[in-house]
C-alpha cells in the first residue's frame, strides 16, 4: 500500500468564524481538497499569531498552528504545498516539494494602493522591492500557479516571461502554459441561503422594515471610493427617505490587535464616517457595524439587504481585482451597483446582474442605485440572472484545477537543477532589497522604538 | 525625459528598420500610418520617418512627413535631432547615448513568446543553442522596456502581459502610480487601423480568370499572409475538400508566402505540409492556388476586392491568445466576411459584431459548415459585409493613434525617472551583452 498523500494549505490569515477573504480561500482549499481526496492527508496550517476560533473537530482535514520552529519539521513532511505564500527562508527545503502558489490577486497592484499614503515614496519603494522580489522568487519554485481570472494569467504571464521564468524547455513541454498557470475563482458559500429573523431592517436602529438597503458587503480599505458613495446616499437623502447604506464591518480580520479603526482601512472608515455627519446623514442614513460581521451575521445581511454596492477607482489593483465580496453577492443574489473597470463590472453589464458605473460619476451612480432600489422587475431580473451565474461559482468547480493537480502532480517543468538556480539567484536578489530595507528602515524604527520605550520607564 | 508634464514635441521620429515600400509588411506599413497620422494631427510638429538605406520610395518630397534615409552611423545624429523617437527595435547603445531624449517603444507583439514558437522549429537541433539565444533575446527585451518611457502594444491583453513585464524588472514607479493609478502615460493599446483608402475596382483582374482554374463566376477565399508555424491551414484544406463535394465552384488563394527581408521567413515546415495536404487531396491548382511573392501593400487591394470571403485558421495557443493579427484589417477593409478560428481578442469582435463566423480549433466540420453558410445563404452574407463596413469606422488609423498623439503633445511619461533605472539598465546591457556573446559560441 502507498502511503496517503499529504498536501497542506499553508495559510498567513485568520481563519474562523470571523474572516477576510484570504481566510475564506484557504479554508475552503482545505476543504475540497479533503472533500474531493479522501485518501490524502490534508492539513491546513493557520499563522499561531493570529486568533482564530475554528474547532479542529468540526472539519474533516487537520488543522495546526505550527509556531516558526514547527514549520520546518511540518513542512518538511510533506508533498504538496498549497500556499499564497510560502516562507521564503525555507525555500531551499522546498526543493523537492510540489508547491503550488495561489495568487487570487497579483497583490503588487495591492502593496501598490496599500502603500499610497506613506509620506515618502524613498521608503515606500525600500518597502515594496523586497515584497516584489519575493513574489518573483515564489514564482521560480512553483509547480503550478492559480489565479483568478484571464487578466490576472496574462500579468503573471508577463513577469515570469521577463524574469526568465519561462524556459524555452518548459514552453516546449507545455506552448499553452495552461498546466503551468491555472485559473482557479474564487467560490461561493457551500449552503443554501437561509433566511431567518431581520438583524437589520426593522431591528437595527434608523431602519425601518420598508426602507431599502444598499450594503457594503465587506471590508474598508483604502482604495475605495467612499466619498463619492456618502455623497451619493446624501443626493438621493434629499429626495427620499427611505434609502439607507449600510457598512457591515470597520474592523479587517487581519489587522488583529490594532485599536478600533487604527487597523487597515481606519483611516478611509474614519474620512467616510467625518464625511456622513457634515452632510448630516450619518446613523440616520448611512450607518457602520463597528468590529467585523460574523459569518452567519454576513450571510443575513446579504439576504436582507436590496443591493450590494461598492466604488472604487480605475486603476491597476482595479484591473486585475477579482474581490470576494461579489461571490458574496452571487450567492444571495444580490444585485450590483459597482465601478467599472474590473471583470466582474463586465460581467454585470454583459450578464445584467446591476447597474455599472463608470468611476468619480456622481450622477451615474445615484441614477444606478435610484433604478435598482424602483425598478422592481429590474431588480428582479438582476436576481435571476444571479442565480444562474452561482452555479458555476461553487468552490467544486472553481478549484477543480486544484484538485486534478493534486490527484496527478505532474513532473515538474522545470528541472531540479533550474530550480536551484531560480531560488537561489531570485532569494538572493531578495536578500539584497530586503538587508537595504532593514538596515535603512526597520532597525531605526525599532531602536526608536525601544528608545521611547526606555523614556517611557524614567 | 521623463518629466511630470512635458512640453509638447515639436520633433518625431519614426524609426523603421523593417523593409518599407511597395512591398512591406506589417511593421513598414505600421510606421507609414504612424507617420500620416502623426504629421496630419501635429501640424506644430515635425515627422520625420527614417527607413533603411536603399528602400524605394518615390517622390518622397510629396509627402506630409520628411523621409530619411538611416545607416547605423546616422542613426545617432537622427536621434539627436528629435525630441520624440518612436519605433519598435532599437539598438539599445543608442537610448543609453541619449537619456533625456523621450523614447516611445511600439510593440505590438509579445516578442518573446514569438521568438520562442519560431526557434522552436529552426534551432530543433540544438536546444542548448536555442536556449541561450532566448536568453540574449530575453535581456535584449528587458533592456528595451527599461529603456522606454511609453510602450504601445496591440491589444488589452498585451497591456496586461507588459505591466507584467514592467513589474518584473521592477519599473513600476509608486510615485509616477499616485498620478497615473492606470499606468495610461506607461501602457497604451493602440491596435493596427484599417487604411483609409477607398475600395476601388481593380483595373485587372490579379486572380480570377487569371489563374487557369479560377473562373470569373467562382467564389473566391482568400488566405491572407504567409504561413508561419503558428497557422493551420490544414484544417482549412480539409474543409475545402468537404465543401468541394457539393459545389465546385469555390477556389482558395494563398497569397503572400515569403516575407520580405527575413529569407526564408513563411516558407518553412507548415508551408510544405500545407503544399503536400493539398496535392494528396487533388486541391493543388484545382482549387487551391498559391501566390508566394509578397504582394505590394498597394497591390493587395485588389486581391481582396476580388475576393468573396476571408478565412484564417490557427491553433488556440498562447500566441493566439495574445495576438493581434494585422493580416485581418485589410480583410475589414475590404469589408469581406471573416471565418477565424477563435481565441484571440479579433475573433473575440468578429463573433460579438458577427463580421463572420468563428470556428474551434482543428474542426473541419465547422470551418465546412461556415464557409457554405457564408457563400450560400446571400442575405446572410450581405448583412455581414454592412456590419462589417459600419464596423470600420471605429477602426481607422486615425482612431487608434490617438493615444500616441497625445502622449507627443504631452509627453508625460509614468515610467520611473530614468536616473532611477539607470543601475538595472547598466545591469540589462551588460547582461545582454554576455548573453549574445554566449549565444555565439553555444552550438
Known sequence: MTEPKKIMVLCNAVVGSKMASPGIRNFNMARILQQELPDAQVTLALPPKLPSDLDPNSVDFNVAWPSQRELLPLLASQDIIVTPKFPIKLLPFALDKKIVLDLYTPFFTEWMEMSKGDPSQRHRRAWLEPKRKNLIAQMAVSDLILCANERQRDLILGIMGTTGLISPRAYDADPTLERMIKLAPLGIRDHEPVRRKNILKGVHPGVKETDTVLLWNGTIVEWYDLDLLVRAVHKLSLERDDIKLFFMGTEHPDSFGAKPLQGMGGGATKAAMELARTLGILDTHVFFNFGWASNDETEQYLLEADMGVCTYFENLETRYSFRVRYLDQFWAELPFVCTRNDVVSEMVDDLTLGVAVPQGDLTALTDAIRKLATDRAFNDLCRANLRELRKLYTWERTLAPLVEFCRHPETRLMRRRERAIGIAVKSTDWMYSQTYYNVRYAIQAKAKEIMRKRRGDL | ?443
Open chain 2, 1 to 443: 525625459m521623463a518629466s511630470k508634464a512635458g512640453k509638447p514635441a515639436k520633433r518625431v521620429l519614426i524609426l523603421c528598420r523593417a523593409v518599407f515600400g511597395p512591398r512591406m509588411s506589417s511593421p513598414g506599413i505600421r510606421s507609414r500610418h504612424m507617420a500620416e497620422v502623426l504629421a496630419e494631427d501635429l501640424p506644430e510638429a515635425t515627422v520625420t520617418l527614417a527607413v533603411p538605406q536603399g528602400s524605394n520610395i518615390p517622390n518622397p518630397e510629396l509627402l506630409p512627413y520628411k523621409i530619411e534615409f538611416f545607416t547605423l552611423g546616422k542613426l545617432l545624429g537622427l536621434i539627436w535631432a528629435n525630441d520624440v523617437i518612436i519605433a519598435n527595435d532599437y539598438p539599445p547603445l543608442a537610448m543609453a547615448v541619449f537619456p533625456w531624449k523621450t523614447f516611445v517603444l511600439d510593440y505590438y507583439t509579445i516578442y518573446y513568446l514569438e521568438w520562442m514558437e519560431n526557434t522552436r522549429d529552426e534551432m530543433s537541433s540544438s536546444p542548448r543553442k536555442r536556449s541561450a539565444w532566448m536568453a540574449g533575446a530575453r535581456r535584449r527585451i528587458g533592456a528595451e522596456l527599461l529603456y522606454s518611457d511609453m510602450l504601445t502594444c496591440a491589444n488589452d491583453r498585451q497591456k496586461d502581459y507588459y505591466i507584467g513585464a514592467m513589474i518584473g524588472l521592477g519599473m513600476i514607479d509608486p510615485a509616477a502610480y499616485d498620478r497615473d493609478p492606470g499606468m495610461h502615460h506607461l501602457i497604451e493599446p493602440i491596435p493596427h487601423g484599417i487604411r483609409p483608402d477607398p475600395i476601388e475596382q481593380p483595373r485587372e483582374p490579379v486572380l480570377k480568370g487569371v489563374y487557369a482554374g479560377i473562373k470569373t463566376t467562382d467564389k473566391l477565399i482568400i488566405w491572407n499572409g504567409g504561413i508561419l508555424q503558428w497557422y493551420d491551414p490544414l484544417t482549412l484544406l480539409r474543409a475545402l475538400a468537404k465543401v468541394r463535394e457539393h459545389r465546385d465552384d469555390v477556389k482558395l488563394a494563398f497569397v503572400g508566402g515569403a516575407y520580405p527581408g527575413l529569407g526564408s521567413m513563411g516558407l518553412g515546415k507548415r508551408f510544405q505540409e500545407t503544399i503536400e495536404l493539398a496535392k494528396e487531396l487533388g486541391l493543388y491548382n484545382r482549387s487551391v492556388f498559391f501566390d508566394l511573392t509578397w504582394v505590394p501593400y498597394d497591390k493587395i487591394k485588389d486581391y481582396m476586392v476580388e475576393a468573396d470571403l476571408a478565412v484564417c485558421t490557427y491553433f488556440n495557443n498562447l500566441e493566439t491568445h495574445f495576438s493581434f493579427r494585422t493580416r485581418f484589417v485589410d480583410v475589414f477593409w475590404a469589408e469581406l466576411p471573416l471565418i477565424c478560428t477563435e481565441g484571440d481578442v479579433l475573433a473575440d469582435m468578429v463573433r460579438e459584431r458577427e463580421l463572420g463566423i468563428v470556428v474551434p480549433e482543428e474542426d473541419v466540420d465547422a470551418v465546412a459548415a461556415a464557409i457554405e453558410k457564408l457563400l450560400g445563404d446571400r442575405e446572410f452574407y450581405d448583412a455581414t459585409r454592412l456590419r462589417v463596413r459600419e464596423n470600420n469606422k471605429a477602426m481607422t488609423w486615425n482612431v487608434q493613434f490617438q493615444p500616441l498623439v497625445d502622449f507627443c503633445r504631452n509627453p508625460r511619461s509614468s515610467a520611473l525617472p530614468k536616473w532611477k533605472r539607470s543601475i538595472m539598465l547598466a545591469g540589462a546591457w551588460s547582461q545582454w551583452t554576455v548573453a549574445r556573446a554566449i549565444g555565439m559560441f553555444v552550438r
